[in-house]
C-alpha cells in the first residue's frame, strides 16, 4: 500500500514561505508521478503542482506560477513544495498524491496523503 506523509504546514504572514514536504514509506516516490493539491473552507479540491516520474516538465496550477517550485529528494525519498510570497487566499489544507502521470485536473489519484494545514493570516 502506498503511503504518503505530509508535513510542513503551518501559520505564516502574508508574503511569508513555506516548504511542504511529502514522505512515502512502503515504495519508492521516484517511480511515481506526484501532485500537490488543496482544498480550502467551502471550496473543491484543486491542483496546485506537479512532478513527473524520469524527468520531464512540472506542472503549475495559474496561482501558483512564480510563487512555487516542487522538487524532489530521491535520497531521502520525499518530494517538496516551496511556497513563497503566500497570500491569504493560499489558506488550504494541502495534499500531495501519487499516480503513473502528472494531471492537476484528474480528481482520481492511487494514493493521497492526510494533509497538513497552511493557514496565511497577519
Known amino acids: 500500500q502506498l503511503q504518503l506523509v505530509e508535513s510542513g504546514g503551518g501559520l505564516v504572514q502574508p508574503g511569508g514561505s513555506l516548504r511542504l514536504s511529502c514522505a512515502a514509506s512502503g515504495f519508492t516516490l521516484n517511480t511515481y508521478a506526484i501532485g500537490w493539491f488543496r482544498q480550502a473552507p467551502g471550496k473543491e479540491r484543486e491542483g496546485v503542482s506537479c512532478i513527473n516520474n524520469g524527468g520531464g516538465r512540472n506542472y503549475y496550477a495559474d496561482s501558483a506560477k512564480g510563487r512555487f517550485t516542487i522538487s524532489r529528494d530521491n535520497a531521502k525519498n520525499a518530494v517538496y513544495l516551496q511556497m513563497n510570497s503566500l497570500k491569504p487566499e493560499d489558506t488550504a489544507i494541502y495534499y500531495c498524491?501519487?499516480?503513473?502521470?502528472?494531471?492537476?485536473?484528474?480528481?482520481?489519484?492511487?494514493?493521497w496523503g492526510q494533509g497538513t494545514q497552511v493557514t496565511v493570516s497577519s
Open positions: 498524491a501519487a499516480d503513473v502521470f502528472c494531471s492537476l485536473t484528474r480528481r482520481s489519484w492511487r494514493s
